[in-house]
């Protein structure tokens, strides 16, 4: 599709002395008025370049480009040079592509050739996968969609958490209060009150520590008995994690753990050692990072046993050579931002020039309206039951409203579990926020509902008009008949959406594709409050149900980078 910017910056550049077109480029502006022109160009800085007051160069500049085809109008205001797109041309181009590439309208090939990783959701075997989990969950699983459609070769990662002191807790606390039935009925439920009562039971007999730590010491040395604990602990909590990525259609390319990473940490301690980064500190082997304002980096306890650090370092040296990736994402809360500064450094230090393509995506943390989440204490929110929840309320709604739809559960899923993601998606990701059940299953406003609701009634329309009328619409149209304001608001959204989809990558933040399709569905909204669609003149009829037609893909393509279905009644 044609760059607008970029055809502005070629106009203007034969009456702009000294800037390149690339410099022109970037000095086009977008007002936030639509009355002072789709584009302006500030003449500040070419004051010195002319000897001349800027307002009176931007009216030289105005004159001069006026009357090219690509403008409705060209004025200057101040030291403004305000440009009017040509609106139907601009219909005719952004309307066209739309419907000429359809589903893959916003897609880039700008990531041909190159891997990504995206490490996200990554729940801690054998305990809740609760409403805290959401927020990597859905954020990281965004990313990954939106960096598979600029065209890179994205790999999805769940880094369990299935590793670490926590197990000698879990078995000792099975071996004394738990049962087989029990676990294989509800493991996640059953092994969090066993998890619970342990931290209770040892504030009264601290040895109950001592004898958990124990526990962990066999299972890293291999005895049977807790390895299969442990192995049956990690199938029994998958099987209930899959059942919420099941819901929120979510899949994965490798679930490599931290127990993966348990043989790879030798080679990285002596390799550390070699390199003479590591230092002994009161019997901890440490790499020193005073130098860069960071506390030393904890590689070896005093015991002999590992930690985060060195399994991160491991898995990202394993990741590197195994896909040799271009970007190495994690999305982690903003919490466990020190941790990755350190681990990022030691690899630098390390020698290897790929530490800077290793991305730390914080986000902003989930705590509830009583209180913060503990999992010791047992005060979570499981993430299954907000999204049932979600799911049975929508259904209510639209068996209340009597929509006509042929699978109400199928449409309620769709929603009700499109609600939920909208809602962490619909913020910046660094920002923490307040569980709260009204606003997460309020389809009101600016919600993923409202969204889609404007999808289905696209659909609608389209249904409306007929397959004869939907033919003729991508076969070609008159676009000096959606020309209106409301329309001419609409097609620069759409025109926009793949430079939103670019900026959302570039920045790793979804909600900017968020904002952005809600802004389309209100757009449309308006183009359908102000003017009637489908009219009597073939000619018009054609070219607003052309408009439609866009609107709806550009929804349905948006939606689907946040990992959202776009139902086609509601």
């Given at each position: 599709?044609?760059?607008?910017?970029?055809?502005?910056?070629?106009?203007?550049?034969?009456?702009?002395?000294?800037?390149?077109?690339?410099?022109?480029?970037?000095?086009?502006?977008?007002?936030?008025?639509?009355?002072?022109?789709?584009?302006?160009?500030?003449?500040?800085?070419?004051?010195?370049?002319?000897?001349?007051?800027?307002?009176?160069?931007?009216?030289?500049?105005?004159?001069?480009?006026?009357?090219?085809?690509?403008?409705?109008?060209?004025?200057?205001?101040?030291?403004?040079?305000?440009?009017?797109?040509?609106?139907?041309?601009?219909?005719?181009?952004?309307?066209?592509?739309?419907?000429?590439?359809?589903?893959?309208?916003?897609?880039?090939?700008?990531?041909?050739?190159?891997?990504?990783?995206?490490?996200?959701?990554?729940?801690?075997?054998?305990?809740?996968?609760?409403?805290?989990?959401?927020?990597?969950?859905?954020?990281?699983?965004?990313?990954?969609?939106?960096?598979?459609?600029?065209?890179?070769?994205?790999?999805?990662?769940?880094?369990?958490?299935?590793?670490?002191?926590?197990?000698?807790?879990?078995?000792?606390?099975?071996?004394?209060?738990?049962?087989?039935?029990?676990?294989?009925?509800?493991?996640?439920?059953?092994?969090?009150?066993?998890?619970?009562?342990?931290?209770?039971?040892?504030?009264?007999?601290?040895?109950?520590?001592?004898?958990?730590?124990?526990?962990?010491?066999?299972?890293?040395?291999?005895?049977?008995?807790?390895?299969?604990?442990?192995?049956?602990?990690?199938?029994?909590?998958?099987?209930?994690?899959?059942?919420?990525?099941?819901?929120?259609?979510?899949?994965?390319?490798?679930?490599?753990?931290?127990?993966?990473?348990?043989?790879?940490?030798?080679?990285?301690?002596?390799?550390?050692?070699?390199?003479?980064?590591?230092?002994?500190?009161?019997?901890?082997?440490?790499?020193?990072?005073?130098?860069?304002?960071?506390?030393?980096?904890?590689?070896?306890?005093?015991?002999?046993?590992?930690?985060?650090?060195?399994?991160?370092?491991?898995?990202?040296?394993?990741?590197?050579?195994?896909?040799?990736?271009?970007?190495?994402?994690?999305?982690?809360?903003?919490?466990?931002?020190?941790?990755?500064?350190?681990?990022?450094?030691?690899i630098e230090m390390m020698g290897y020039d790929w530490a800077k393509d290793c991305v730390h995506v914080p986000f902003g943390l989930v705590s509830m309206e009583d209180g913060t989440m503990s999992t010791r204490q047992g005060r979570v929110v499981f993430l299954e039951d907000v999204l049932n929840r979600a799911v049975e309320q929508t259904k209510q709604i639209i068996l209340e409203k009597n929509v006509t739809t042929e699978n109400v559960d199928?449409?309620?899923?769709?929603?009700?579990?499109?609600?939920?993601?909208?809602?962490?998606?619909?913020?910046?990701?660094?920002?923490?926020?307040?569980?709260?059940?009204?606003?997460?299953?309020?389809?009101?406003?600016?919600?993923?509902?409202?969204?889609?609701?404007?999808?289905?009634?696209?659909?609608?329309?389209?249904?409306?008009?007929?397959?004869?009328?939907?033919?003729?619409?991508?076969?070609?149209?008159?676009?000096?008949?959606?020309?209106?304001?409301?329309?001419?608001?609409?097609?620069?959204?759409?025109?926009?959406?793949?430079?939103?989809?670019?900026?959302?990558?570039?920045?790793?933040?979804?909600?900017?594709?968020?904002?952005?399709?809600?802004?389309?569905?209100?757009?449309?909204?308006?183009?359908?409050?102000?003017?009637?669609?489908?009219?009597?003149?073939?000619?018009?009829?054609?070219?607003?149900?052309?408009?439609?037609?866009?609107?709806?893909?550009?929804?349905?393509?948006?939606?689907?980078?946040?990992?959202?279905?776009?139902?086609?009644?509601?």
């Amino acid at each position: 599709m044609i760059s607008y910017k970029e055809k502005i910056a070629e106009i203007l550049a034969p009456h702009v002395e000294g800037l390149e077109k690339d410099e022109i480029m970037e000095m086009i502006e977008t007002p936030a008025d639509s009355k002072m022109g789709d584009y302006a160009f500030p003449c500040f800085k070419l004051a010195k370049i002319f000897r001349k007051a800027p307002q009176m160069i931007a009216q030289t500049l105005a004159e001069a480009i006026g009357s090219e085809a690509v403008f409705e109008k060209v004025e200057n205001v101040n030291a403004y040079v305000n440009m009017f797109l040509s609106r139907e041309e601009m219909a005719q181009e952004v309307v066209s592509e739309v419907i000429a590439r359809g589903d893959d309208y916003g897609r880039s090939d700008v990531g041909q050739g190159k891997k990504v990783i995206v490490e996200y959701s990554s729940p801690n075997i054998a305990k809740p996968f609760h409403i805290g989990h959401i927020r990597s969950t859905v954020i990281g699983n965004s990313i990954y969609k939106i960096y598979d459609f600029l065209g890179y070769d994205t790999i999805r990662i769940n880094h369990l958490g299935d590793y670490g002191t926590q197990f000698g807790k879990m078995i000792c606390a099975y071996r004394r209060w738990g049962n087989k039935e029990d676990v294989v009925r509800e493991p996640i439920k059953s092994l969090l009150s066993y998890y619970t009562k342990f931290h209770v039971e040892a504030e009264k007999d601290p040895a109950l520590e001592d004898e958990a730590r124990a526990i962990f010491a066999k299972l890293e040395k291999g005895e049977p008995e807790e390895v299969e604990l442990w192995k049956w602990f990690r199938e029994e909590s998958l099987k209930e994690f899959n059942r919420v990525y099941d819901m929120l259609g979510i899949t994965f390319d490798s679930y490599n753990g931290e127990s993966f990473y348990s043989d790879k940490m030798p080679r990285i301690v002596d390799e550390l050692k070699e390199k003479g980064l590591l230092v002994e500190d009161n019997g901890a082997q440490i790499v020193k990072l005073d130098e860069y304002d960071l506390p030393p980096a904890l590689i070896k306890k005093s015991d002999g046993s590992t930690l985060y650090i060195t399994r991160d370092i491991a898995a990202a040296v394993y990741r590197k050579e195994t896909y040799d990736f271009y970007k190495n994402i994690y999305v982690v809360a903003s919490q466990q931002n020190l941790h990755f500064q350190q681990w990022f450094k030691v690899i630098e230090m390390m020698g290897y020039d790929w530490a800077k393509d290793c991305v730390h995506v914080p986000f902003g943390l989930v705590s509830m309206e009583d209180g913060t989440m503990s999992t010791r204490q047992g005060r979570v929110v499981f993430l299954e039951d907000v999204l049932n929840r979600a799911v049975e309320q929508t259904k209510q709604i639209i068996l209340e409203k009597n929509v006509t739809t042929e699978n109400v559960d199928e449409t309620a899923h769709d929603v009700g579990v499109g609600a939920v993601v909208f809602n962490e998606l619909s913020n910046y990701r660094i920002k923490d926020y307040v569980f709260s059940w009204d606003k997460v299953l309020n389809f009101e406003g600016e919600t993923g509902p409202y969204v889609q609701y404007t999808h289905a009634r696209a659909c609608s329309i389209l249904r409306r008009a007929g397959e004869e009328t939907v033919s003729a619409a991508k076969e070609g149209f008159d676009a000096s008949c959606i020309t209106g304001e409301s329309a001419h608001h609409l097609i620069k959204l759409l025109y926009a959406l793949p430079e939103v989809i670019a900026e959302a990558g570039e920045k790793y933040e979804p909600s900017i594709v968020t904002r952005h399709i809600v802004d389309i569905a209100q757009g449309f909204n308006k183009f359908y409050h102000d003017e009637h669609i489908l009219v009597e003149d073939e000619k018009e009829k054609t070219a607003k149900v052309a408009l439609v037609l866009a609107v709806q893909t550009a929804i349905k393509n948006g939606l689907g980078l946040l990992g959202m279905k776009a139902p086609e009644k509601m």
